[in-house]
């Protein structure tokens, strides 16, 4: 079974501090996305990555930076963070190739005060 | 105008009832359709898989794509309260570098009660 996993399942953080969100998949996908979802609002992609080192720019990246160093691991970086920012924030990967489905972790509550 | 439109709901029914969800696009270069389900502090999964305009079935699920129309729908047969989630409608193109983004819904929870 693909699995994918988040470092965190919640998390709260003071106003400015610079967030760290990681996501790690263990079946060898070239893509991964980061999303947040709020109600009324749904899923909204931030960021994706189609291979290692590379990154594209989803609808909302303002506030956000991403890292992919290593094929499994894609890092969501809030550089400075805001109230707004207070979200379900969920990491997904899919293979590229067939379906390309995308899997999805567990999510991550993140709390900014 | 999003390129998906999703009827949030909540929509909610008596167990045994026949569930219809739906969701239309403007993007005519959506191919693939699927449907996701997400229940309550979990990450979605893929529930409904269909290529281009047609009907799938699987079990009580039943996934329609009218691309004449831009409609796609998701028909629960006997609902049951297990089925209790928020179902996201989802869908992408197979053109271009944007080739496994997904554009969802906004997702209609749904309430099955005994």
């Known amino acids: 079974d693909v699995k994918v996993t988040q470092s965190s399942r919640y998390l709260v953080k003071r106003t400015g501090e610079k967030v760290f969100l990681e996501c790690v998949q263990d079946m060898d996908h070239e893509n991964m996305f980061w999303y947040r979802q709020d109600p009324g609002l749904g899923l909204r992609l931030i960021y994706f990555?189609?291979?290692?080192?590379?990154?594209e720019k989803g609808d909302i990246p303002e506030g956000y930076s991403v890292s992919r160093e290593k094929k499994e691991r894609f890092s969501l970086i809030l550089e400075s963070a805001s109230t707004n920012q207070t979200s379900m924030y969920l990491c997904a990967s899919s293979s590229g190739g067939g379906r390309n489905e995308q899997y999805f972790g567990p999510g991550t509550r993140l709390t900014v005060t | 105008q999003k390129e998906v439109e999703q009827d949030p709901g909540p929509l909610s029914v008596p167990e045994g009832a026949i569930v219809s969800l739906n969701c239309t696009y403007s993007?005519?270069?959506?191919?693939?359709f699927m449907w996701y389900r997400q229940y309550s502090r979990k990450g979605p999964e893929l529930l409904m898989y269909t290529y281009s305009s047609g009907n799938k079935e699987d079990g009580r699920f039943t996934a329609q794509v009218d691309k004449s129309s831009k409609y796609i729908s998701l028909f629960i047969r006997d609902s049951q309260p297990s089925d209790s989630a928020t179902y996201l409608c989802?869908?992408?193109?197979?053109?271009?570098?944007?080739?496994?983004?997904?554009?969802f819904g906004r997702g209609t929870q749904l309430t099955v009660w005994p």
């Open positions: 989802a869908m992408r193109s197979n053109r271009g570098s944007t080739l496994g983004r997904l554009y």
């Open positions: 990555s189609y291979d290692v080192k590379m990154k």
């Open positions: 993007n005519s270069a959506f191919q693939y």
